[in-house]
């Protein structure tokens, strides 16, 4: 049984510091890609950052320079490590995983989820 288990979320003032992580168990997703979405009260889920099984990432514009996605391929773990928190960051985030290596900027394509964790960035 797959399991994607989130942690680190919380509240922050805003131009604060988060570092999520993610779990994983059950299968190894070293070679595949895993990613975070958030979902902001009152919008759709988007994504946020996603990486390949080789090591490619991709972070969406509105955080990028601020947010930075890593692995731990030994652990089977991903981190989300954001700075320069914005009140408009807060959300739910979750982290989700692929069964194949190339990252999708689609969440439709990421068959396993985990719960979410809840980050609140106070102005």
């Known amino acids: 049984q797959v399991q994607l288990v989130e942690s680190g979320g919380g509240l922050v003032q805003a131009g604060g510091s988060l570092r999520l992580s993610c779990a994983a168990s059950g299968r190894t997703f070293s070679g595949a890609a895993m990613g975070w979405f958030r979902q902001a009260p009152g919008k759709e889920r988007e994504l946020v950052a996603t990486s390949g099984g080789s090591g490619s990432t991709y972070v969406v514009d509105s955080v990028k320079g601020r947010f930075t996605i890593s692995r731990d391929v030994v652990k089977n773990m991903v981190y989300l490590q954001m700075n320069s928190l914005k009140p408009e960051d807060t959300g739910i985030y979750y982290c989700?995983?692929?069964?194949?290596?190339?990252?999708?900027?689609?969440?439709?394509?990421?068959?396993?989820w985990g719960q979410g964790t809840l980050v609140t960035v106070s102005s």
């Open positions: 989700a995983a692929r069964t194949t290596g190339v990252y999708s900027l689609n969440e439709e394509r990421y068959p396993y």
